[in-house]
Nanobody, 124 residues
Framework: QLQLVESGGALVQPGGSLRLSCAAS????????TTWFRRAPGKGREAVLC????????HYTDSIKGRFTIARDNANNTVYLQMNSLRSEDTAIYYC?????????????????WGQGTQVTVSS
């Protein structure tokens, strides 16, 4: 059974950077498609970035283009979300989710495995 644990969330000033980690156990994360979602205060959950089991990447949120990247470290069974030039509107709880198909999906209901989330707050 795949288990996911996010970490790396913090309070950061606008323009700062963070790297979130999604560490997997119980199975090989490279066999899954992993997506980072976020839920901002008062808003619905949205998909941010996805890395397929085959390595292709899909973006879902225009506002993060050029600022956020996703990568997988197979040796550490971890997927990372590198966030640069952070803005106040990036404030949210960030979740990683995984599904056992080599295709991304923007709907959270398509993912069976979820982490508990990590809080990112961008504020001066």
């Amino acid at each position: 059974q795949l288990q996911l644990v996010e970490s790396g969330g913090a309070l950061v000033q606008p323009g700062g950077s963070l790297r979130l980690s999604c560490a997997a156990s119980g199975s090989t994360l490279a066999d899954y498609t992993t997506t980072w979602f976020r839920r901002a205060p008062g808003k619905g959950r949205e998909a941010v970035l996805c890395i397929m089991s085959g390595g292709n990447i899909a973006h879902y949120t225009d506002s993060i283009k050029g600022r956020f990247t996703i990568a997988r470290d197979n040796a550490n069974n971890t997927v990372y979300l590198q966030m640069n030039s952070l803005r106040s509107e990036d404030t949210a709880i960030y979740y990683c989710a995984a599904r056992r198909f080599n295709v991304c999906h923007s709907s959270g209901s398509s993912y069976r495995y979820w982490g508990q989330g990590t809080q990112v707050t961008v504020s001066s």
